[in-house]
């Protein structure tokens, strides 16, 4: 998240947790180590288009709350874990 906050778009490995990556395309998502070169090679051409989307995207969306909440929403839906509901 601080890379984004900086305007840095980011290389990370696939994963549920990290759509918003792809959906906001702040950064690239790879599923094998051998597609970074790629990664890079995409955020380098695009790097201004990139920047523009990570900064609109940490004044636009960026909260604890959202994020929270869209995370216990995806634990819930994966793994039927609810965070959001009080221990008993």
């Not at 490995?13 to 918003?20: A, K, N, P, Q, T």
């Amino acid at each position: 998240m601080r890379s984004i906050v900086c305007g840095s778009p980011i290389i990370a490995s696939e994963g549920f947790y990290l759509d918003f990556i792809r959906d906001y395309q702040l950064g690239v998502l790879v599923k094998h180590p051998c597609e970074i070169p790629a990664a890079i090679e995409e955020i380098i051409h695009h790097r201004e288009a990139y920047r523009q989307r990570c900064l609109n995207f940490c004044e636009q969306e960026i909260s604890f709350e959202k994020t929270w909440k869209d995370f216990c929403e995806q634990l819930k839906e994966t793994l039927d874990l609810d965070l959001l509901k009080p221990f008993v």
